[in-house]
Every structure is written in structure tokens, then in C-alpha cells.
């Protein structure tokens, strides 16, 4: 049956390479499981759908529309402003305030795309207008929106706490330490750059000009800034699930938008949620599919033959968890976050804890892999949609993005993987790991 298994595997990454949708290239590996592995369908349907109404998974589409209201709303240009007035007169303080920026926004949305589609066209042309160069400011906005993969709440966790069976809040922790060290490299290697650069910086205020324009621009974004303070407060301090958090953020987003910010009308509003609905119908049928794939797997013992297929290789912990990453980022490259961690997960997740790697630790190794993937050609969304936002060629772009994942993200991979206590100190912390 593991052939069968890996003719449908490869049935999978020949759709992909082709540009097939991915509901439909879940939906070829199936068939191929059907026809030729002789699998019962009627009972995996069912129990697919039988998966897809768990309340869990209710937090994606509601994080998903917070996101895409954010994008429109002005929320985001308040954090900015306010960001900026703490070093936007230090030379290279601009390319700090967006991977901050980025990051903050990720703590808001759960979504890689919030950063880059919210921050890139109020900041690619000021970056552009200050020094920067355009691919470069463009390369280092999409980098740092991945952080909203990483900083929680975050969309992949949640579907990868849904398929491993592991506690969501300690998936949100595990890749909090990674994301907050991504972010800081991205700025120590923004700040290294910047010396290249003949920038236009703002003169450098007094401490009372200082101190008023952070005041103005606080109050201005105080608003935008209670909104992660009230998701994360309430999913850590036990007030609410990450699904009724993910309420609360729509919920928030739509008076704040309306009333305060004024950036949403009736128009941008309908077509963000038109935007969302989309986004989470594609999402919803590729979880389908690949969930019966993965069920199928399980139930004619692939992961079991995968771990010893593996251990005849090395049963090296280290050698090992290098070739996992290696796959990981590989996966990540033709993939997306989603996609990936509900095919590889349940795949890997029984090799994890043959070394001893727990749920909690796989759940971020998988996490900062996966969200490489999405700056990482040929896949690369996140960087696609920078270029499209950044109005620069793709290959313009590459070389600058890729600069940044070897020298700020590269590092944290390996870390994440060869140093447990980076993302399972937070979780003991909090007593969600053992």
C-alpha cells in the first residue's frame, strides 16, 4: 500500500508544480487512493465532514475577515504612526518600524498576508522616499509579514493544534519566542544594511517634542492598540477560546473602523468580507481533502513505515532533526503554511516522538519552516503579493528577500529545532507543556 501511497504523493506535487488549484490537487491524490488503493470513500467523506464542524476551526474564517477589515480600516496606519515616532529618526529606524509594525499586526489578524497587504502601501513609498531602495523596502515588509504566522494568535497553530490533537494555547506560545527573535534579526540586519543606503532622516527631536508626539500618536492609536491587548489577554488569561477571541477581533475591527478610524465604508467592507469568504471557501475544501488523505495514510500505517524508512537512514536526533527541516522547508517551497502542516503533521508527528520531540516543540519547528516557505520561491506568496503591492519586479526583489532569510531566519530554524527551551519555555511557563 506504500506505494500506492507515494504514487498519490506524487500525484500531489505533480498538481501543484502545474499550477492545479489545491482543493483540486488534494482531490487527485484521493482519487488515486480510490481507484487504485482500493479505499473506501463513503466512510472517509463522512468522517471528514464530521471533522470540519468542529468549533475550533471556526477561528480561521473569523481571523481570516479581522484580517482583511484591518487591511481597510486605517487600524493599521495608526500602529504605524505611532511605531515611527520612537525611532523614525535613526538611520535605519524606518525598516525597524515595519518589522515591528508587521509583527504587531500579526498579534492582531493571525495572517501572513495582514502585514504586507495592510503595512507595504503606506510604507514601500515612504521607505522609497527616505533612501531605501524599492526592492529592498518591498523584500523587507513581505519578510517581516510573516511574523503573523508565528506571533499568536496565529491561523497555522490553530490547524496544526486541530490535527495533532495539542493544546492551541500551547502552539501560540511555542512560536511566540522564535517570531520575537525573527523580528529582532530582521531589525539588527535592516539596521547593518541601512549604513549602505544615503537615507533622508527626520532631525532628531528634543525629548518634550519627543515626548508630545508620542502622546498625539498614542492616544490617536489607542484604539488599535487595545485590540491585541484584548485578544491576548483574553485567550491567556482564560477569559475566551482563540474561536470566541476571533469573534471578539471581528466584532472590535468593525466600530473601530467605522466609528474611529473611518477607513471602512459600506463598499470596502463588502468587498473585504467578499475578500474573506473566498479565502476561507478554498481553505475549507483544501482542509477537507488533505484531511482524508491524511486519515487514509494513517489507516494503512504510512507514518509507521515513514519513521522506519527514516530510522534505517540514522537514528541520529540531530542528523535527523536537520533532514526534518530540510524536508520541512522543501514542503514549504510548493506549498502553503496550511496545506503543508495538514499533510505533514500527522506524517511526522509519530517520528517526533521516537526522539523525543514533543507535540509542543514540532508545532514550532513546523511553524517557523512553514511560514519560510511563504517568502521562499517558487511558492513565495507572501513575497508574490509584496512585488504586486511593491510595484517591483519579483526578481528584483529575490535577491534582497533571500539575503534577509539567510542571515535573520535561517538561524532560528536550527535554533527552534537543536534548542527545546526557545519555544517550550513559555508554555511551561504557563503550565501548558510538561
Given at each position: 500500500?506504500?506505494?500506492?501511497?507515494?504514487?498519490?504523493?506524487?500525484?500531489?506535487?505533480?498538481?501543484?508544480?502545474?499550477?492545479?488549484?489545491?482543493?483540486?490537487?488534494?482531490?487527485?491524490?484521493?482519487?488515486?487512493?480510490?481507484?487504485?488503493?482500493?479505499?473506501?470513500?463513503?466512510?472517509?467523506?463522512?468522517?471528514?465532514?464530521?471533522?470540519?464542524?468542529?468549533?475550533?476551526?471556526?477561528?480561521?474564517?473569523?481571523?481570516?475577515?479581522?484580517?482583511?477589515?484591518?487591511?481597510?480600516?486605517?487600524?493599521?496606519?495608526?500602529?504605524?504612526?505611532?511605531?515611527?515616532?520612537?525611532?523614525?529618526?535613526?538611520?535605519?529606524?524606518?525598516?525597524?518600524?515595519?518589522?515591528?509594525?508587521?509583527?504587531?499586526?500579526?498579534?492582531?489578524s493571525g495572517s501572513g498576508l495582514t502585514g504586507i497587504a495592510a503595512i507595504g502601501p503606506l510604507l514601500i513609498p515612504e521607505m522609497e522616499k527616505r533612501g531605501y531602495p524599492r526592492e529592498y523596502a518591498t523584500a523587507l515588509i513581505a519578510n517581516s509579514s510573516i511574523l503573523g504566522l508565528l506571533i499568536p494568535p496565529s491561523v497555522t497553530m490553530i490547524v496544526y493544534g486541530w490535527v495533532t490533537d495539542t493544546s492551541i494555547l500551547a502552539?501560540?506560545?511555542?512560536?511566540?519566542?522564535?517570531?520575537?527573535?525573527?523580528?529582532?534579526?530582521?531589525?539588527?540586519?535592516?539596521?547593518?544594511?541601512?549604513?549602505?543606503?544615503?537615507?533622508?532622516?527626520?532631525?532628531?527631536?528634543?525629548?518634550?517634542?519627543?515626548?508630545?508626539?508620542?502622546?498625539?500618536?498614542?492616544?490617536?492609536?489607542?484604539?488599535?492598540?487595545?485590540?491585541?491587548?484584548?485578544?491576548?489577554?483574553?485567550?491567556?488569561?482564560?477569559?475566551?477560546?482563540?474561536?470566541?477571541?476571533?469573534?471578539?477581533?471581528?466584532?472590535?475591527?468593525?466600530?473601530?473602523?467605522?466609528?474611529?478610524?473611518?477607513?471602512l465604508r459600506w463598499d470596502n467592507f463588502l468587498s473585504a468580507g467578499q475578500e474573506a469568504a473566498t479565502a476561507v471557501g478554498a481553505i475549507m475544501l483544501m482542509i477537507l481533502f488533505s484531511m482524508i488523505l491524511s486519515q487514509i495514510f494513517v489507516m494503512e500505517a504510512i507514518p509507521q513505515a515513514l519513521v522506519s524508512s527514516i530510522f534505517s537512514l540514522t537514528d541520529d536526533k540531530v542528523l535527523l532533526l536537520i533532514l526534518i527541516n530540510?524536508?520541512?522547508?522543501?514542503?514549504?517551497?510548493?506549498?502553503?503554511?496550511?496545506?503543508?502542516?495538514?499533510?505533514?503533521?500527522?506524517?511526522?508527528?509519530?517520528?517526533?516522538?521516537?526522539?523525543?520531540?514533543?507535540?509542543?516543540?514540532?508545532?514550532?519547528?513546523?511553524?517557523?519552516?512553514?511560514?519560510?516557505?511563504?517568502?521562499?520561491?517558487?511558492?513565495?506568496?507572501?513575497?508574490?503579493?509584496?512585488?504586486?503591492?511593491?510595484?517591483?519586479?519579483?526578481?528584483?526583489?529575490?535577491?534582497?528577500?533571500?539575503?534577509?532569510?539567510?542571515?535573520?531566519?535561517?538561524?532560528?530554524?536550527?535554533?527552534?529545532?537543536?534548542?527545546?527551551?526557545?519555544?517550550?519555555?513559555?508554555?511551561?511557563?504557563?503550565?501548558?507543556?510538561?
Amino acid at each position: 500500500m506504500i506505494e500506492v501511497a507515494l504514487l498519490a504523493i506524487a500525484v500531489l506535487v505533480l498538481f501543484l508544480t502545474l499550477g492545479v488549484p489545491l482543493p483540486y490537487c488534494f482531490g487527485g491524490a484521493l482519487m488515486v487512493m480510490y481507484f487504485i488503493g482500493d479505499v473506501t470513500m463513503k466512510g472517509n467523506m463522512l468522517w471528514g465532514f464530521q471533522q470540519l464542524s468542529n468549533p475550533v476551526l471556526l477561528a480561521i474564517p473569523l481571523f481570516v475577515l479581522a484580517g482583511t477589515i484591518m487591511s481597510e480600516s486605517g487600524i493599521a496606519a495608526s500602529l504605524l504612526r505611532f511605531v515611527s515616532a520612537f525611532i523614525g529618526h535613526i538611520r535605519g529606524g524606518l525598516g525597524v518600524v515595519a518589522a515591528v509594525s508587521c509583527a504587531v499586526i500579526g498579534a492582531i489578524s493571525g495572517s501572513g498576508l495582514t502585514g504586507i497587504a495592510a503595512i507595504g502601501p503606506l510604507l514601500i513609498p515612504e521607505m522609497e522616499k527616505r533612501g531605501y531602495p524599492r526592492e529592498y523596502a518591498t523584500a523587507l515588509i513581505a519578510n517581516s509579514s510573516i511574523l503573523g504566522l508565528l506571533i499568536p494568535p496565529s491561523v497555522t497553530m490553530i490547524v496544526y493544534g486541530w490535527v495533532t490533537d495539542t493544546s492551541i494555547l500551547a502552539c501560540f506560545l511555542a512560536t511566540l519566542g522564535p517570531g520575537l527573535l525573527i523580528m529582532f534579526n530582521f531589525s539588527v540586519v535592516n539596521l547593518w544594511m541601512s549604513r549602505k543606503f544615503n537615507l533622508i532622516l527626520d532631525d532628531k527631536p528634543t525629548f518634550s517634542e519627543l515626548s508630545t508626539q508620542v502622546a498625539e500618536r498614542g492616544i490617536h492609536a489607542f484604539p488599535a492598540l487595545l485590540m491585541p491587548v484584548i485578544i491576548l489577554g483574553g485567550i491567556y488569561g482564560g477569559i475566551m477560546t482563540p474561536t470566541e477571541a476571533a469573534a471578539v477581533a471581528v466584532i472590535y475591527a468593525v466600530p473601530v473602523g467605522f466609528l474611529i478610524y473611518k477607513g471602512l465604508r459600506w463598499d470596502n467592507f463588502l468587498s473585504a468580507g467578499q475578500e474573506a469568504a473566498t479565502a476561507v471557501g478554498a481553505i475549507m475544501l483544501m482542509i477537507l481533502f488533505s484531511m482524508i488523505l491524511s486519515q487514509i495514510f494513517v489507516m494503512e500505517a504510512i507514518p509507521q513505515a515513514l519513521v522506519s524508512s527514516i530510522f534505517s537512514l540514522t537514528d541520529d536526533k540531530v542528523l535527523l532533526l536537520i533532514l526534518i527541516n530540510i524536508l520541512l522547508f522543501l514542503v514549504g517551497m510548493v506549498v502553503n503554511d496550511v496545506t503543508a502542516i495538514i499533510l505533514i503533521a500527522p506524517l511526522l508527528l509519530p517520528l517526533m516522538n521516537a526522539i523525543g520531540v514533543s507535540p509542543v516543540q514540532f508545532a514550532a519547528i513546523m511553524g517557523v519552516n512553514t511560514a519560510m516557505g511563504g517568502v521562499t520561491p517558487p511558492y513565495a506568496s507572501i513575497l508574490y503579493l509584496g512585488a504586486r503591492i511593491g510595484k517591483v519586479k519579483v526578481t528584483k526583489v529575490i535577491p534582497p528577500a533571500m539575503l534577509l532569510i539567510v542571515t535573520g531566519y535561517v538561524p532560528v530554524v536550527f535554533l527552534t529545532s537543536l534548542w527545546p527551551d526557545l519555544s517550550l519555555y513559555l508554555p511551561r511557563l504557563f503550565g501548558y507543556a510538561p
